[in-house]
């Protein structure tokens, strides 16, 4: 019978978005690169400084932009309690992080936990169902029509450049009134909202890449000015972008 959890870590090469089920909640995180996630109309980007809580049964689509290694954690649903959501991605603190290299001595096997280990996986579930009280604000919508879809898709890969909405508006076939209104219905959020966060989640991923300048990952993602760069930043994720950096390093 295998574990009633189990440590998981493996290293993958860059790959597209791919559907995620599995029978257990899966606490998946990065120990380098990153991962995207997108479900329930919603996309996140998954550094090492955060961790995803997906509920046993639930699907989620995952795609590999660059080569990630992950270090997660599979608990039955006899173990752990389900998540507060079916998915949900949020900052890891330094308790979780020591908790999950604790964890790594126990992988997937027909043998019991110790009472040791049973006692570590307890913790690291009771820490990390916690922290899911208090989702990151970092995600950006997914879209629900092919004509809003398609939108996100042309502004994301327009980020290093300049992104004009109403070419935007015109390569999709709609009026930049008409796809101003699907983006506050679908969304929520206006178009330049979305961009900023677009620009945010790009830098998250080049930071996490690797150690690229600050002032160069900023004006990869589109922006010209370093200060208002930081200032978007913080506004969204709580901390400077060399702070962030930092996280990824426990």
């Excluded at 110790?114 to 899911?132: G, I, P, Q």
């Amino acid at each position: 019978m295998t574990r009633r959890a189990y440590s998981f870590a493996r290293t993958f090469a860059p790959e597209p978005a791919r559907d995620l089920c599995t029978d257990r909640h899966y606490l998946l995180c990065a120990s380098t690169g990153t991962l995207r996630l997108e479900a329930q109309g919603q996309s996140w980007l998954l550094p090492p400084a955060r961790a995803a809580l997906n509920e046993a049964g639930k699907p989620i689509r995952v795609s590999i932009p660059r080569p990630v290694t992950t270090a997660s954690v599979l608990f039955d649903t006899g173990f752990a309690p389900a998540p507060p959501t079916p998915l949900t991605v949020f900052d890891l603190n330094p308790l979780t992080h020591a908790l999950l290299a604790e964890c790594r001595t126990w992988g997937e096997g027909d043998e019991p936990l110790t009472a040791y280990a049973e006692t570590l996986f307890a913790a690291l579930a009771a820490v990390t169902w916690r922290l899911a009280e208090q989702p990151s604000p970092v995600v950006v919508p997914a879209g629900r029509s092919p004509e809003l879809r398609r939108a996100l898709e042309l502004t994301e890969r327009r980020l290093s450049g300049e992104v004009r909405f109403e070419e935007v508006a015109a390569e999709v076939g709609l009026a930049p009134r008409s796809l101003a209104r699907r983006f506050e219905e679908e969304t929520g959020m206006t178009w330049r909202a979305v961009l900023r966060r677009m620009r945010v989640l790009r830098a998250i991923e080049e930071l996490a890449a690797g150690d690229t300048p600050v002032t160069e990952i900023a004006f990869t993602v589109g922006y010209t000015s370093l200060s208002a760069f930081n200032t978007a930043f913080k506004e969204l994720t709580g901390r400077t972008p060399t702070e962030y950096r930092a996280s990824f390093r426990p």
